[in-house]
């Protein structure tokens, strides 16, 4: 029987408490794959994790010869982590999953049949989020609405990193090497057939979200700056419209000196003025440092992750029968 190959790809950081309870999930929905002819492997990707994560994934890929292990050399984040695991992908589609199972890989199949129906993106999308709060939820609504309007390249909203790839779209984002990675917008650069799947994000099994309030807007800001030079174009226009409303001041200023004298009052005014041009000069000088930090950094080419130790499955040969 022709055999599609699956692996699905986790990133793992400091998950030892989720990984022992996500893994016996994954690998039962995996066998049930494999009487409808798909060959599953799950690559886990240790990102530099601090607890007993790696022991664990050690302890689990021991007991399964389907499990490859990958382990950075520190916290390379979310992005560098996947990238690292898609790189490893050399044969088959690839499936993306959250190590916390908030993203239920008993949803695969449905991922899987997508594929087979010939989409090369099948993501994820989050009717409902189980146990986050207000603040995050709102937050993220607005974003994706925010980055929707701003952003040329269509990002599916509510849409994480649930996701399923084909095997060219995976050749296609290999392609993209920048370093600063904004994920959901690079999916949405390679294109493709890409279709939605609604589905219910629930509670992380165990431990804590890796992301923090600061580290969510820093990572809004990424995408933002990696994917659009909107802001720049607004700096332009802010510009424009201070100017001529400086113009038109100055105009009045002029003709009222002209027909009733200057009887040199207007300190208020000029420091208003002062104040105003000196804050917009500030945040539009702001706006081009971002974007140029960004180029400096990429223009040094480094590497987007190092790798510690890489542990290929051991019985995926004998697996196919
Ligand atoms: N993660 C990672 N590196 C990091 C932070 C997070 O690989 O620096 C992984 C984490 O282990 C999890 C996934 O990314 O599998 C999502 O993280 P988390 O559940 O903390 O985010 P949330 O679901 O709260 O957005
Ligand atoms: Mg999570």
Redesign the pocket.
Known sequence: MAQDLLTVV??????AEALPALHPRLSAVLEGLRDDGVDGRVLY?D?GSSDGTWAVLQRIAAGDPRVSLLRLSR?F??EA?LTAGLDRVVDGAALIL???A?DPPELIPRFVAKWREGYDDVHGTRIARDGEGLLKRGTAHLFYRLIGRLSKTPIPQDTGDFRLLSPRALAALRQLRERHRFMKGLFGWVGFEQVAIPYQRER?IAGS???NFWKLWNFALEGITSFTTAPLRLATYLGVATALLAFVYALWIVLKALLWGDPVAGWPTMMSAILFLGGVQLVALGLIGEYLGRLYLESKQRPLYLVDAWQPATGVSSQQS
């Open positions: 986790v990133a793992a950081y400091n998950e990707v990102d916290n984040g979310k982590a959250d190590a916390d908030q992380r979200s890796k992301f």
